[in-house]
Nanobody, 124 residues
């Protein structure tokens, strides 16, 4: 089993930055890829970013490209999401997710483990 805990959410103004963290614990001795997703009230969960095991390959959702950066530290089992130039439409609960294997994935259905989420609120 794997446990994921997100942190770093909060309330900010448009144009500000936040860095989210996701710490993995438990059975993390195999290779795994990770991703960030978000869900706004009344909307479906949306892909934000994903990163492969090595950290060399990453994908981003169109709405965050150029503003968000995903990274990971395998030595600490932590994944990060640096969010810059935040907009009110970025307001959502952000979830981290983990899937076994080397390859990046953008579909929620491919991830087997999820965190509880951290809330990000961006006001104009």
């Amino acid at each position: 089993q794997v446990q994921l805990i997100e942190s770093g959410g909060g309330s900010v103004q448009a144009g500000d930055s936040l860095r989210l963290s996701c710490t993995a614990s438990g059975r993390t001795d195999s290779t795994y890829s990770m991703g960030w997703f978000r869900q706004a009230p009344g909307q479906e969960r949306e892909f934000v970013a994903a990163i492969d095991w090595s950290g060399d390959t990453s994908y981003y959702g169109d709405s965050v490209k150029g503003r968000f950066t995903i990274a990971r530290d395998n030595g600490k089992n932590i994944m990060y999401l640096q969010m810059n130039i935040l907009k009110p439409e970025d307001t959502a609960v952000y979830y981290c997710a983990l899937k076994w294997g080397l390859r990046v994935a953008v579909s929620t259905g491919l991830y087997g483990y999820w965190g509880q989420g951290t809330r990000v609120t961006v006001s104009s």
